[in-house]
């Protein structure tokens, strides 16, 4: 995911691909127990607005998930998007729309990196903002703000992370916009991979760590949607080579 970020538009500030630069590797499986081998079907969590997944790191990502799976949904996290851009001063109305069309621009700009993978692996462009019509998505929505409102666990595990992703190694005073602004961004993205989930896919694959939808996923706060107890989340290290 991407808060408070200045970065260009999808694609606009990109390393070429087709270099092979960089490496994809696993740095963690949640559960620890889970068997790659056993499945076939995984998501790719696309942020916008960051560069952790565009150019020859997105390429990485690519091979080491065509190694490893058959089937992959790519998930661009385009109607989230809207709470990065309205955080840095857009109307919400203005601010969906653009994280809309950044989306659509991002899946122009890669969408030829992802058929040289197609032999191996089949991608399927799924965004967010089509997850959102799941008619399970609003019952999810509540039912993560009503755990986040009662559920002090929750609470920290979604802070922390925010905390810690809004500072990115910076020592700076956060305003409460935006911290606001990303538990909600969290919360809205959890309640998507309840519906991911219940739309068998089984694992979501991301370049980092994403810690709440982690201890969601372990099963750490009860009340939780049933659907991220059954998530897998593999977290990816992306070097270079």
């Known amino acids: 995911m991407t808060l408070q970020d200045t970065a260009p538009r999808p694609g606009s500030g ?6 092979h630069r960089y490496k994809a590797q696993l740095a963690k499986l949640s559960p620890s127990s889970l068997d790659l081998g ?11 607005g960051t560069h952790n997944i565009e150019g020859a790191r ?17 998930v661009v996290g385009d109607s989230v998007y809207r709470l990065t851009l ?22 122009a700009s890669y969408a030829p990196l992802f058929r ?4 191996r692996c089949r991608f399927e462009w799924l965004p967010l903002s089509k997850v959102a019509e799941d008619p399970r998505f609003p019952g999810h929505l509540q039912t993560l703000q009503a755990l986040y409102a009662a559920d002090a666990g929750f609470q920290h595990s ?38 991911l ?6 694992i979501l694959v991301y370049p980092g760590s994403i810690d709440s939808i982690i201890d969601l996923c372990e099963g750490r706060f009860p009340g939780a949607p049933e659907p991220l107890t059954r998530l897998a989340f593999v977290a990816l290290e992306v070097k270079r080579k």
Do not use: K
Not at 87 to 102: I, K, V, W, Y
């Open 14 to 19: 990109a390393i070429d691909f087709g270099t």
């Open 38 to 48: 056993q499945h076939r079907r995984c998501m790719l969590g696309v942020s916008l």
């Open 58 to 74: 997105l390429e990485a990502v690519l091979e080491w998930i065509s190694a490893n799976f058959q089937h992959c949904a790519v």
């Open 86 to 107: 309205a955080l840095q001063g857009m109307d919400a109305e203005a601010a969906r729309s653009r994280a809309l069309a950044d989306g659509r621009a991002f899946e």
């Open 116 to 119: 040289q993978y197609a032999a």
């Open 158 to 195: 979604v802070q922390d992370f925010a905390r810690a992703y809004l500072h990115r190694g910076e020592d700076r005073e956060l305003s409460d916009a935006a911290l606001h602004t990303t538990r909600d961004y969290l919360i809205e993205e959890s309640a998507l991979f309840a519906c």
């Open 197 to 202: 989930r219940e739309q068998d896919w089984p």
